[in-house]
Structures are given as C-alpha cells and as structure tokens.
C-alpha cells in the first residue's frame, strides 16, 4: 500500500464545504487551488495497491483534508462483513489519514452477489442487532469512529416497529458511532413518504453528527401521480434542500458539509459554485458563533 500516514500534513476540522474527488477534474483542482475546503473520495475506488489514482490522491492528500466515504461495506446485510474488504478498509485509514469515514445503512450483498445500489432495510429489533455488530466490526478492524449515512428511501417496510430516528438513535448509543446527515436524503425520502422534513430534522440527535452531504435528486410520479424523488446525484441542490440545510445550520452551527455530484459530472466551476453557496450558510453560522463568544 505505500508509505502510510506520517507524510501527510494534519489539517484542522474543515469548516468550509468540500466536494467529490473526480480525476477528470484534477487539471484544474491543481492550478486553481484553495477552491473548496476538502476532498471526498469513495472508499472502493481506491482499493487496489497503486496506479494513477492513488497517484492523484497522494497529491491531493498533501494539499488538503481528506473524507473517506464507502458504499460497499453492506451494513444492513444478513450474512458477515467481508473482512478482506474491511482489511482494505483499514489500510486506506491508515494510508490517507482522512478527517472521517462513513458509509450508508444499506445493504448491497447476499451470498455472494453483489448490487450495485444501497437497498433500504426495515426498522425493527432484528435489524438493529445485526447492523450495530457489522458496525461494532467494523469500528474493531479499522480502529476508529465510523460515520452512518441515513438512507433515500422510497417505500415502508410492513416489518419496520421503529422509527428511522429512533433507529439511528439506538445504533449510535449502542455502537458510537457517529452520523452523517444526508440533507438531500432527508427531502427525497419525506416527500416520497409524505413525511415532514423540518419535524425530522428537529428530532434528529445533531450532536453526533460529524458531516452533512447535499446532492441533487432527480423528480418523478409514482404510479398514481404523486411526487417521487429520486437520489441521483446528477445536478445541482435543490432549493428546498439548500433551505433545509440553511435552517439546521443556523440552528447546530457550521458542520463539514460535502456537495456530493456523481453522475453527469459537470465542469469543474460548477461544482465549486455549488461548494460556494454551502460556504455561504457555513460562514454565516461561524460568524453568529463569534458573535456569541464576543458577547
């Protein structure tokens, strides 16, 4: 795996939005630096021993803090983890050092199949069992703090007893583990389940939240013409997203916060734009902060 940790510089919690890594952008990332606050990288891009990517991201790394965010541990699945994918898991930690990683409560896996999406699980005492000891497995081989995306979903589960709040509630006092606060995932699945998105953000335990993401859904009816969202990553924030995200940090102050735009990868000024409007919020709520310590 290379050198690990020791020669990359420590950065302070970022406070500024970050964005995607994607190579193609890397041209302009290296001539016009500073743009944006940190770099996230998904975990299973990165897995293998060396090659340009890692070159690209060793680079990076010096320059900039670095979020490490999987999508292929399977937490919610009902067979084991993969530890030879854990193992890698923890190699990537130590190698990049990343400010955090996360990965989503979903499940991907069964046997030896592999899907590529994140599918829901249903909320009931089975399934808290199992995903708080994938997440204590996890947290034992990577040796530290993991982070649990809450999930875009699109229908309820008949075998769910307890709320998606309450559920990640009980995980975190379980495991301590920490939360990543989807705010895109938070509009999608409560206009989808006719949810009220503000009364969850109210309820959701914000003090264990170590980063927020924001993304674009792409609009749809189901099939008797109500409103579907879909998670799709391929456009810009939504308003209603960037208000819900205005709201939480006014209230809990800045938190890292990433512009996740994976599909339809626009250029490069773009996505910074997009990264320029969640500093906007972040700075206003790191300045009412001062303010309040001033007074």
Not at 133 to 147: F, K, N, P, S
Not at 152 to 167: H, L, W
Not at 249 to 259: D, E, N, Q, Y
């Amino acid at each position: 795996m290379g050198t690990l940790g020791a020669h990359y510089p420590a950065f302070a919690r970022p406070l500024r939005a970050g964005v995607g890594l994607k190579l193609e952008h890397l041209p302009e990332i290296l001539t016009q630096k500073d743009q944006v606050g940190f770099f996230e990288v998904h975990a299973e891009n990165y897995m293998g021993a060396g090659g340009a990517s890692h070159r690209a991201l060793d680079v990076i790394r010096q320059a900039y803090p670095l979020s490490l965010h999987g999508v292929g541990l399977s937490i919610g699945g009902e067979g084991p983890l993969d530890e030879a994918h854990l193992s890698r898991l923890r190699d990537l930690n130590q190698r990049y050092e990343p400010f955090l990683f996360s990965d989503h409560l979903a499940w991907s896996t069964h046997d030896t199949s592999y899907f590529n999406d994140l599918l829901p699980v249903p909320y009931n005492k089975i399934t808290l069992s199992r995903v708080c000891e994938h997440i204590d497995r996890v947290q034992e081989v990577v040796g530290r703090q993991m982070l649990l995306e809450n999930p875009s979903t699109y229908v309820a589960f008949e075998q769910s007893t307890i709320g998606e709040i309450d559920f990640l509630k009980e995980i975190v006092r379980k495991t301590g583990c920490g939360l990543l606060l989807d705010v895109n995932n938070v509009h999608v699945s409560c206009t989808n389940q006719e949810w009220d998105a503000e009364a969850y953000l109210e309820a959701f335990p914000m003090q264990h939240v170590g980063e927020i993401h924001l993304g674009g859904h792409a609009p749809d009816v189901d099939d008797v013409g109500r409103p579907l969202l879909i998670d799709a990553h391929d456009r810009e924030v939504d308003a209603a997203v960037w208000a819900l995200f205005e709201n939480v940090i006014a209230r809990v102050g800045p938190i890292p916060t990433l512009v996740e735009w994976d599909n339809d990868i626009p250029a490069w000024d773009v996505l910074v734009s997009e990264a320029q409007a969640a500093d906007s919020i972040l700075d206003r709520a790191v300045r009412a902060q001062d303010l309040k310590q001033v007074g």
